[in-house]
């Protein structure tokens, strides 16, 4: 059965520590993986979306990277404002549905 | 604002009662997706919509729910006969055509059941 998981399930970070959260995956065909961040009470936003191994997205402290096997989340220097849930997800051939993940609750402290 | 929405926000029920929830897509989206998404847990995944053809519900589905999409615009999700475990976030999301593409969420209904 295709499956998502993340680890750590809640991470503290303080302000400016490095950090990288984790993204298993174990799909058959996989065609996309996503990251979206999610802050409470709300729905999930887009953040990035990668094909293929070895690829790699940037946006301002976030970087994601693609295996075959995992997804990394690098957060630099992270802010106070970088707190909330962060989620992956698969979507593989044969299926139009996404696989998320229970996601990374992350707290940075000032 | 140009984003998906959701109607209601919030919704409480007693238990043996209909609920029927709205989502309105990002218009040029022909892609809509139903979510639920309970604490601590990722969203999963109900039901998707190309246009107006449902072509895809989850296992999981109990036949107590069953979505729409008249026209292939707005869709709403129906829910029969509540049950205290259908208390979670139901979530819409909406993505362009094409081959894989991100999905666009909503904010969300929170539904109560008492």
């Known amino acids: 059965e295709d499956q998502v998981t993340q680890s750590p399930e809640a991470l503290r970070l303080q302000e400016g520590e490095s950090s990288s959260l984790n993204c298993s995956y174990t799909?058959?065909?996989?065609?996309?993986l996503f990251w979206y961040r999610q802050d409470p009470g709300k729905g999930p936003e887009f953040l990035f979306t990668l094909y293929s191994a070895g690829e790699e997205k940037e946006k301002e402290r976030l970087k994601a990277t693609l295996t075959k096997k995992e997804s990394f989340l690098h957060i630099t220097a992270p802010k106070p404002e970088d707190s909330a849930t962060y989620l992956c997800a698969a979507t593989t051939s044969g299926t139009y549905k996404y696989i998320f993940g229970t996601g990374t609750r992350l707290k940075v402290l000032a | 604002d140009t984003g998906v929405s959701q109607n209601p926000r919030h919704k409480i029920t007693k238990r043996g009662q209909n609920v029927t929830f709205r989502c309105d897509p990002i218009?040029?989206?022909?892609?809509l997706y139903w979510y639920r998404q309970t604490l601590g847990q990722g969203p999963e995944f109900l039901t998707y919509?190309?246009?107006?053809?449902?072509?895809?519900k989850s296992r999981l589905l109990s036949d107590r729910f069953s979505a729409e999409r008249p026209k292939g615009s707005f869709s709403t999700l129906e829910i029969q006969r509540t049950e205290q475990g259908d208390s979670a976030m139901y979530l819409c999301a909406s993505s362009p055509s094409g081959t894989v593409n991100e999905q666009f969420f909503g904010p969300g209904t929170r539904l109560t059941v008492l």
């Open positions: 919509f190309q246009n107006e053809a449902q072509l895809e």
């Open positions: 218009s040029e989206h022909n892609r």
């Open positions: 799909v058959s065909g996989l065609r996309g």
